[in-house]
């Protein structure tokens, strides 16, 4: 397996009640099988996943990756795990001359119309009421029909007003979503819950900390604002936060969750229990937003996925082949990932 470490800087940090991400680092890796190369990217997030040197430890000792994934040597290093998997699946792709999405369709239970693009939304983070409006109408004006603003950061009365001024400038019909990253005892989520009730919004993105899956499940019942859990899935489990009834949707991350086909077991599992799935990046360079594009792709229903995060960066690893227009993500059609190998490892 060759590994390549890299570095980028984000051209403008994510502010987050949880701190600003400024820049990311991580691996590149590339595994050689009988018929086929693949690529899998592995940018561990402190707090998400392992950290950097963990990471790099856990990728040196892969001897067979295939070993590696199935012997449990990678389940403490999830973004180590993710490289290894999503380069395993892109070399199968590759060599069956399939595009990502439609080898995980095969192998997933998953309904099989996978599709050819996928809607994204913006990702907005904590600022101002004003640059949180402009940030807003720019997104709209570029195409995007869903938001994400982060919250959290700030007193939940000047988040409600932030909010209120985005529904006041986007109006009715854009979809608006709130991610507080876990910021929020029950009774500040409550005040929250109480001052957006009128916004409409699609949903509230982790309000309380990860372990509080009955907190959330409280919240579902007492107000309807949907309510999704993201830091919980890495944190206590999928299944269990599915079993607890404490989230309309499931954020899944395949950085944070080990890889591609974790996050399609786990909607699997959603889809029997009527919970919606999003998937998104942790600002991701190129391999790691592109297999996480193919795994949204497979996914049977269509909604606006947290995958429109190339902007952040201010360099990525080779030019992207699925840019963000109107609001959507075309998928690649070429074999595997659909980028060119070559352009990522000379
Ligand atoms: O979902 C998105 O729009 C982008 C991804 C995102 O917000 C994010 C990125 C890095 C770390 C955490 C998060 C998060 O969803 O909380
Ligand atoms: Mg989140």
Redesign the pocket.
Known sequence: MRVREFAVDLRRP?S?AKGD?DRREGFLVAVETADATGVGEATP?PG?TESLAECRNALESVGDPETALTDGTLDDTPAARHAVSLALADARARDEDRSLTSSFALSSSLATDSHTSVPV?S?IGDSGVESTVEAAMDAVAAGYDCL?V?VGARAPEDDIERLSAVRDAVGPTVSIRA?A?GAWDRWTADRFLDGIASLELEYL??PLAAEVLDGHAALRRLHDTPIAL??SLAAVSPERAIASNAADVL?C?PMALGGPERVLSVAERAEDAGAGV?V????DAVVARLGALHVAATLPRIRAH?L??ASFLDADLAPDPAPVRDGAMTVPEGPGLGIDVASLFD
Do not use: R
């Open positions: 994510l987050t991400i997030l998400w939304n990702t994400k982060k991610d990253n993105e982790q993201d830091e954020v991350k999003v998104t990046t942790t600002i947290g429109a995060t």
